[in-house]
């Protein structure tokens, strides 16, 4: 987690129209860049990953979040104002666009499956049918 992606979550979080709006915003497009991240051939050193996003969190949002509480609130309906809001949409492409808007569904449903193999419940509801819907579009 460098300096520069740190200011362009920041500049998504601050282009919300309100407090709560923010703080779903950061917490989806943290866990969007989070999630990219781990699509690497390279091994990845979790300890040390999640010690830094769970740094700039603390910092950002307080106490009582981490990268953990990220991917569960982006596994449930809560999350849903943010991936179908346009601005949202707009606002992560422009400011993390190393993290293409066609791969969100997929970085979602990978996310679902991990909160999957963790609950040991399918996946259902809003998201996982949204999900299914932006990945029909595609073509995928």
């Given at each position: 987690?460098?300096?520069?992606?740190?200011?362009?979550?920041?500049?998504?979080?601050?282009?919300?129209?309100?407090?709560?709006?923010?703080?779903?915003w950061?917490?989806?497009?943290l866990?969007?860049?989070?999630?990219?991240?781990?699509?690497?051939?390279?091994?990845?050193?979790?300890?040390?990953?999640?010690?830094?996003?769970?740094?700039?969190?603390?910092?950002?949002?307080?106490?009582?979040?981490?990268?953990?509480?990220?991917?569960?609130?982006?596994?449930?309906?809560?999350?849903?104002?943010?991936?179908?809001?346009?601005?949202?949409?707009?606002?992560f492409?422009?400011?993390?666009?190393?993290?293409?808007?066609?791969?969100?569904?997929?970085?979602?449903?990978?996310?679902?499956?991990?909160?999957?193999?963790?609950?040991?419940?399918?996946?259902?509801?809003?998201?996982?049918?949204?999900?299914?819907?932006?990945?029909?579009?595609?073509?995928?």
């Amino acid at each position: 987690m460098n300096e520069a992606l740190q200011d362009k979550l920041l500049l998504l979080m601050r282009e919300a129209h309100s407090r709560a709006e923010a703080t779903d915003w950061f917490r989806v497009g943290l866990g969007l860049v989070y999630l990219a991240g781990l699509m690497t051939k390279e091994t990845i050193d979790f300890k040390k990953v999640d010690r830094a996003f769970n740094r700039f969190i603390y910092h950002t949002l307080g106490k009582g979040h981490s990268i953990a509480s990220v991917l569960q609130f982006m596994s449930g309906e809560k999350v849903m104002p943010t991936v179908q809001s346009a601005r949202f949409q707009d606002a992560f492409g422009r400011h993390c666009p190393e993290v293409p808007a066609e791969s969100i569904p997929f970085l979602l449903e990978l996310n679902l499956g991990v909160a999957k193999n963790i609950s040991g419940l399918d996946p259902s509801g809003p998201l996982a049918d949204w999900v299914a819907q932006r990945k029909a579009a595609q073509g995928l």
